[in-house]
């Protein structure tokens, strides 16, 4: 950090913080030394800047660095992510308790929501093989704890088949939330949220076509 210029120095719960003039966009990571049970201990901690509202100031605040269980939960629930991009369910026992309970809450695709084990989930993701010619998740913000793990993304995926009133090549989207939660180091539960783009024929549409409504649903029956 040399040649950062320094605008403050302190003390604060027995840890020296140094505080830099800096961009307000900027995070540094900054090493002190605070008074353990068993004398000085180093803790690393982010400093971040913050502008006041009220006063138009910019302020630092200290953020704790991230366990080594929250990084280790945070891989894993990452890792399940790719697995559903990649459509193969095989690895799920690696971070998967074996009775994780996985909910799926009402969507476009599934209205009235879904509740899977393991082998229901792992199937699941096979199953989509023959439907999605691709998949792929944007992951625009992770929270991660020793016992949890929140991630926001933006699902994209292109139609392999036609399954009406979807058609092969059709390109659809979603913003999603999975929450996750860990014990002894496995994923114990699995909530999905999961809210669709619109795409060109509404499902409602469908009561006006029995006979596409008859396919559709035997099409979700498969899923």
Request: one cysteine or more; glycine letters at 6%.
């Amino acid at each position: 950090m040399s040649g950062l210029p320094v605008c403050a120095v302190g003390r604060g719960s027995g840890a020296l913080i140094i505080l830099f003039n800096v961009l307000p966009t900027t995070t540094i990571a900054v090493r002190t030394r605070q008074m353990g049970p068993h004398g000085y201990c180093g803790l690393l901690v982010a400093l971040r800047m913050r502008r006041d509202k009220c006063s138009g100031h910019n302020s630092f605040f200290l953020e704790p660095a991230m366990s080594n269980q929250a990084r280790t939960n945070l891989s894993a629930a990452k890792s399940f992510v790719r697995a559903v991009e990649s459509m193969d369910g095989d690895c799920m026992d690696t971070f998967f308790s074996e009775d994780v309970t996985q909910t799926e809450w009402p969507n476009l695709f599934k209205p009235q929501g879904q509740h899977r084990n393991l082998d229901q989930l792992k199937a699941d993701i096979e199953k989509a093989r023959g439907i999605l010619r691709e998949q792929k998740y944007e992951i625009t913000r992770e929270l991660a704890t020793e016992d949890c793990v929140i991630l926001e993304m933006v699902w994209r995926g292109t139609m392999e088949i036609d399954m009406p009133p979807l058609s092969a090549g059709q390109a659809l989207s979603a913003h999603c939330v999975a929450v996750f939660d860990f014990q002894d180091g496995k994923v114990t539960s699995l909530r999905n949220y999961d809210c669709f783009d619109p795409f060109h024929q509404s499902i409602q549409q469908l009561s006006h076509h029995s006979q596409l409504k008859s396919e559709w649903q035997s099409n979700q029956e498969l899923r």
